[in-house]
T-cell receptor, first 113, second 114 residues
Framework: AQSVSQHNHHVILSEAASLELGCNYS??????LFWYVQYPGQHLQLLLK??????LVKGIKGFEAEFIKSKFSFNLRKPSVQWSDTAEYFC???????????FGAGTTVTVRA | GAGVSQSPRYKVTKRGQDVALRCDPI?????LYWYRQALGQGPEFLTY????????KSGLPNDRFSAERPEGSISTLTIQRTEQRDSAMYRC????????????FGEGSWLTVV
């Protein structure tokens, strides 16, 4: 089974600041990696995903994530956040060929206007 | 429908009562998943269907929990004799392909057992 660790429980930053959320997973095999976001009052939605190929993945709303296999990491980044990025962010992983997702505990991001 | 729809969005029930949570997946989606998310934690897998067949129920915590998807579309997660530890958000998701990697979540059903 996989486990996922998100390093920050709550991040507070100002608009235009850069954001980086850490995610590490433990699993020895080939994995698929995901970042999900839940905006206040909305459903959990996919931000970006990595299956194979270029380890730098670009997602919606200017987010990107980098898969570093040697570090078992898949950190999420955004160069300049907006107030509308206030949300809860979840990192998730599954083994290739498996349908079960293992999620981290989530990071709440608050962006101050 | 346009997205995954869950009802009720919020449910408060007394300990010992039975609860049924409903999920209406995206039309045409083969697979349906249930996850549970306790406060301060990420979602955890409960069970998975392809069409009407329950493929995996390994995540159901005990036999008070059951799920069905009798016609391969709408699913119901039932919790019998609820306990306070069952309080959580219950999330449903669906995917177009069987076991597909891109899954779409509903808004979730908040269950509070008092």
């Amino acid at each position: 089974a996989q486990s996922v660790s998100q390093h920050n429980h709550h991040v507070i930053l100002s608009e235009a600041a850069s954001l980086e959320l850490g995610c590490n997973y433990s699993y020895g095999g080939t994995v698929n990696l995901f970042w999900y976001v839940q905006y206040p009052g909305q459903h959990l939605q996919l931000l970006l995903k990595y299956f194979s190929g270029d380890p730098l993945v670009k997602g919606i709303k200017g987010f990107e994530a980098e898969f570093i296999k040697s570090k078992f990491s898949f950190n999420l980044r955004k160069p300049s956040v907006q107030w509308s990025d206030t949300a809860e962010y979840f990192c998730a992983v599954n083994a290739q060929g498996d349908y079960k997702l293992s999620f981290g505990a989530g990071t709440t991001v608050t962006v101050r206007a | 429908g346009a997205g995954v729809s869950q009802s009720p969005r919020y449910k408060v029930t007394k300990r010992g009562q039975d609860v049924a949570l409903r999920c209406d997946p995206i039309s045409g989606h083969v697979s349906l998943y249930w996850y549970r998310q306790a406060l301060g934690q990420g979602p955890e897998f409960l069970t998975y269907f392809n069409y009407e067949a329950q493929q995996d129920k390994s995540g159901l915590p005990n036999d008070r929990f059951s799920a069905e998807r009798p016609e391969g579309s709408i699913s119901t997660l039932t919790i019998q004799r609820t306990e306070q530890r069952d309080s959580a958000m219950y999330r449903c998701a669906s995917s177009l392909l069987a076991g597909g990697n891109t899954i779409y979540f509903g808004e979730g059903s908040w269950l509070t057992v008092v």
